[in-house]
């Protein structure tokens, strides 16, 4: 869906480089047919991979007999019981619904109910800053919609902020509405079929309404552990995020049973790192390996509007974990040549880099936000979890003309006071 929008921006750019293009509406029900039918062939692939390699598929509901022992219950009802010497909880999460709010269950949905809408969701109040809620609002913002963002603090709470607030700015930019410092009090539908929201501003606690086709809840996410009876397994769990308690083997406190993904504490809400700690847990287990999974300098992309990649520390993990005196950032503003025909405002085009003061200057942390944000920190990535030094990137020859050319290119320090732009790829 972020690709159907980033294809609308295409289709405006078009005219520029001679392609006649006039302006074309979007078609929510062709997207929404086209992606949930890739989502199901996905599902479909799993169940035949595993049905190829010989691994039983039960689908069922299943829950903690004992230690060794799961009752799965069928959608007919039917129980199996299933024992087994070793048991790996991977469970997930789902999005979280604010049931404190009056009519937030009954009239709002989540990201999993988005995607799965076969009508255009119209109006559109996303509630929250997660990436999910950014994400969500880019990309309807992106096809068209009219969209609002409520947030209650900060966006992207645990990512640079530096960072995060260029991101909601070319949201904003972009057309995406921001309600900044509200909370929503009560969800109403009007007999037109709206949806009529009221929120408290936390500032003023003034009350305020609008109306909107759908209210769209991105507060976050909760483990799914309670339906597993975990206590008559003797698994524990934190008592404030309910989510499983394990340790660097991925091993939660009864020893043959082991947790990975979302569902356990402290580990980061990312696909991929979920499938290499399974990946690693399974060598173990069979005995051909003993590595276990590296949480650190994990990278990651926000893929909003402008993606916003990033890998390591951001500025404010590295200040406080080494002293400002003692952390170097060096960074620029740029224009992506993709940018520069269609004339399209580059202003929070921008990149920085997270160092160590002391000589060699090892990398802390990457931020890159601009086009293809994925792709460029995914290929650094891998040199700065070898240990890269500022001097080493500044060594690397780039390709012009590419956006991660741009890294290779970072003389300016923030200390210095110079300005940080530069004039583009």
Not at 284 to 306: A, E, I, K
């Amino acid at each position: 869906m972020h690709q159907a929008a980033l294809l609308g921006g295409m289709v405006r750019d078009a005219p520029h480089y001679g392609w006649a293009l006039q302006p074309v509406p979007h078609n929510w029900t062709t997207m929404a047919e086209a992606v949930q039918n890739h989502v199901k062939s996905l599902n479909w692939g799993h169940r035949v991979q595993l049905q190829d390699r010989k691994v039983m598929y039960f689908n069922i509901k299943a829950s903690f007999v004992d230690a060794h022992t799961i009752c799965g219950v069928s959608k007919g009802g039917k129980e199996t019981l299933l024992s087994a010497e070793h048991i790996v909880i991977a469970t997930g999460g789902r999005p979280r619904y604010p049931t404190h709010i009056e009519g937030a269950l009954e009239y709002g949905i989540t990201s999993d109910d988005l995607f799965w809408l076969k009508e255009s969701p119209g109006k559109t109040l996303v509630v929250g800053a997660s990436y999910v809620a950014l994400e969500c609002a880019g990309f309807l913002t992106g096809l068209g919609l009219d969209t609002t963002v409520m947030i209650r603090s900060i966006p992207l709470r645990g990512f640079d902020q530096q960072m995060s607030s260029l991101v909601t700015e070319y949201m904003a930019s972009q057309g995406t509405r921001f309600l900044r410092g509200c909370t929503p009090s009560r969800v109403r539908r009007l007999p037109d079929g709206q949806l009529q929201v009221t929120w408290e501003d936390l500032s003023s606690g003034k009350e305020d309404m609008g109306t909107f086709n759908t209210v769209l809840w991105a507060i976050g996410r909760i483990p799914e552990t309670r339906s597993l009876n975990l206590e008559k397994a003797g698994v524990h769990t934190s008592p404030t995020s309910q989510k499983i308690l394990v340790d660097a083997q991925e091993t939660t406190s009864v020893p043959h049973i082991y947790a990975i993904g979302d569902v356990a504490e402290g580990r980061p809400e990312l696909t991929p790192t979920a499938i290499m700690a399974g990946k690693l847990l399974a060598q173990r287990l069979c005995g051909q390996s003993s590595d276990v999974m590296d949480y650190d300098n994990v990278p990651t992309t926000v893929f909003t509007p402008l993606e916003y990649g990033c890998v390591g520390l951001s500025e404010e993990e590295a200040v406080a974990r080494h002293g400002e005196e003692h952390v170097e950032v060096y960074h620029a503003y740029y224009k992506p040549l993709e940018f520069t025909v269609a004339e399209r405002d580059a202003s929070q085009c921008y990149i920085k880099m997270v160092c160590l003061q002391k000589p060699p200057q090892l990398v802390l942390g990457l931020h890159f936000l601009g086009p293809n944000a994925g792709e460029v920190t995914q290929g650094f990535a891998l040199g700065i979890k070898c240990g890269a030094s500022y001097a080493q990137v500044m060594r690397t020859v780039g390709i012009h003309p590419t956006c991660a050319e741009e890294v290779t290119k970072l003389r300016i320090s923030k200390r210095s006071g110079l300005d940080p732009t530069v004039t583009g790829c």
